[in-house]
């Protein structure tokens, strides 16, 4: 069963990879835009009580790069939470910037409108919604709420302490009383990228997480994710269809005033070592207890469900293994021969600006590079650093010390101040560049160009193109099939971390997945191995004064 459930995955995956050359099911597929799901799910009927809209002026980013943040200590209170909220998932502004989008001329009409939020969303769908159990130690009546994203305010759906439920599923029965469900409500995004959504909803769900990082940090309460536990207990409490919506991640709150809780993993790991699961799913157990009552408002008419998304969904919820420290070499990716290429020092005082700033500013690129200016190698090496960075985050399964981290950095230097174009791999233990090979002939514009196979970009006005890769084949040995979730939130966290790095620095990124995989790997060298490229970011300059409309909410 487990093994079979590994091969759906990596099926799944690889599929993924090569759509560009083999389009991938249903073909032919027409998105009904008049059809659309709304952006913001909402409880009619449920009690909305509104949070803090005002989040103060936090950290910069050059403090979290640092670890000159505040230091850790004081737990959550309402106040911090909202501007968790509000600043990674809540509605900041309008958009209505000039750009190649075809849809651009549809968003001057309110109903298409484009609110933007802080954290970067494949397509702009933001198909992950936000609940948050409360337990006795915090100011709300204890129950569920759902953070209704439109409206800045937590929807009360359940009254009681379910944190029980929540523990129960983590695998401990120690644990702090509030925690943070992350679900995926898949046709929020499938509707349009029907068979591939599950492939950008789980790095959506990284970014995310990418965000709280940051944020958590930045209010002085670091957050831990957990990615894996046993979703049924919590889908059922919910009031979720497992199949159309499910929760892919918890974060303890721990709570100002109650202490530090302990690390829930370690108390699974003690249930481990008794001889049980913790985490076995029991669909008896599953379908009992306090469940969620309220339906949730549907504007489609018609919601279709892919038997891909079905089928790689369930074969992914198997709970994650614990990766054997004997293994946690084989997660290495293969050393790169050839001189390292120095980059320059990270320019920190580009970093200096707060992150609610940031966080406030920060938006896809769509099309609006533009040279002059020229990329420099110094803009370069700041957003890679700081990507880098992003790779490291307290979570519930983690290698032993030392372990390289899931992922890897790789750059196509295109049109780069002060860098050779061709293709490099990023040490960020010497901050350095390998190079991967040279520039593609007749040049790296036209191969970036004839790979990329949508036409919202010109890449001769991109700089560089900054390309995420893991190996799914030593993660899904690793970790089983949930390996592959655990990876794809690790390159979205990674892209999140990149996207604030360019917006601090006044220059141009926007992650896209259009380009052929297959060709982009054969680029890099990485074609005759379990390495694959999973996301890109294109990074450039930009007009200094773009046609656009200042609406901030």
């Not at 670890?67 to 502004?93: I, K, M, N, Q």
């Not at 990284?206 to 965000?211: E, H, I, K, N, V």
């Not at 979205?492 to 259009?514: E, F, M, N, R, W």
Request: net charge negative; glycine share 10%.
């Amino acid at each position: 069963m487990q093994h079979s459930a590994i091969e759906v995955v990596r099926d799944y995956a690889e599929a993924v990879f090569r759509r560009a050359r083999e389009p991938m099911e249903p073909l032919g597929y027409e998105v009904n835009w008049t059809d659309q799901p709304s952006r913001h799910k909402t409880y009619p009927g449920a009690r909305r009580l509104p949070l803090a809209g005002d989040p103060p002026t936090l950290a910069t980013l050059r403090e979290l790069l640092t670890g000159a943040e505040p230091p850790a200590g004081g737990g959550w209170t309402l106040d911090r939470l909202a501007t968790l909220l509000r600043l990674s998932y809540g509605v900041l502004d309008r958009r209505l910037v000039v750009n190649w989008n075809q849809d651009i001329d549809k968003r001057v009409h309110f109903p298409h409108t484009v609110w933007g939020r802080g954290t970067a969303s494949g397509g702009g769908m933001y198909p992950v919604e936000i609940y948050l159990v409360a337990g006795p130690s915090g100011p709300l009546l204890p129950g569920v709420y759902h953070y209704a994203t439109g409206h800045h305010a937590l929807e009360r759906l359940l009254t009681g302490d379910v944190t029980p439920t929540v523990r129960a599923a983590l695998g401990t029965a120690d644990g702090p009383d509030h925690y943070l469900l992350a679900s995926i409500r898949f046709w929020k995004n499938s509707f349009k990228y029907n068979s591939f959504c599950y492939h950008v909803v789980t790095q959506d769900l990284g970014a995310l997480l990418g965000s709280w990082d940051l944020l958590g940090r930045a209010l002085g309460v670091p957050l831990r994710r957990t990615l894996s536990f046993d979703p049924g207990p919590l889908d059922h409490l919910l009031g979720l269809d497992s199949d159309a919506e499910s929760v892919f991640a918890v974060v303890p709150l721990p709570w100002a005033g109650t202490g530090e809780p302990p690390d829930p993993p370690e108390a699974a790991d003690r249930q481990r070592a008794a001889g049980a699961d913790p985490r076995s799913t029991d669909p008896a157990a599953a379908g009992n207890g306090p469940r969620v009552g309220h339906q949730p408002f549907e504007r489609s008419r018609t919601v279709l469900a892919f038997p891909h998304i079905t089928t790689v969904h369930r074969a992914a919820m198997a709970p994650a293994e614990i990766p054997d420290p004997d293994r946690s070499h084989d997660l290495a990716p293969a050393e790169l021969a050839g001189p390292p290429t120095p980059l320059p020092a990270p320019e920190l005082d580009r970093l200096d600006q707060s992150l609610t700033t940031v966080l406030r500013a920060r938006r896809s690129s769509f099309g609006r590079f533009r040279r002059p200016p020229e990329l420099t190698a110094a803009q370069v090496g700041t957003t890679l650093a700081f990507a880098a960075a992003g790779r490291r985050y307290p979570a519930d399964v983690k290698l032993p010390d030392g372990t390289p981290e899931l992922t890897r950095l790789w750059l196509f230097a295109n049109h780069v101040d002060g860098l050779a174009p061709g293709t490099y791999a990023y040490r960020p233990e010497e901050h350095a560049l390998l190079p991967a090979g040279p520039a593609p002939e007749p040049s790296m514009s036209a191969f970036l160009q004839q790979q990329y196979f949508l036409t919202n970009y010109t890449m001769g006005q991109v700089g560089a193109v900054l390309a995420i890769s893991g190996r799914l084949d030593a993660v899904l040995a690793a970790y089983g099939p949930r390996g592959y979730r655990i990876l794809n939130a690790e390159v979205g966290t990674v892209a999140q971390h990149a996207y604030c790095a360019t917006t601090a620095q006044g220059i141009g990124c926007g992650a896209v997945l259009g380009f052929d995989n297959v060709a982009m790997n054969e680029a890099l060298g990485i074609d005759t191995t379990d390495e694959r490229t999973v996301l890109f970011l294109l990074l450039g300059g930009q007009p200094d004064i773009p046609a656009d409309l200042a609406y901030h909410l």
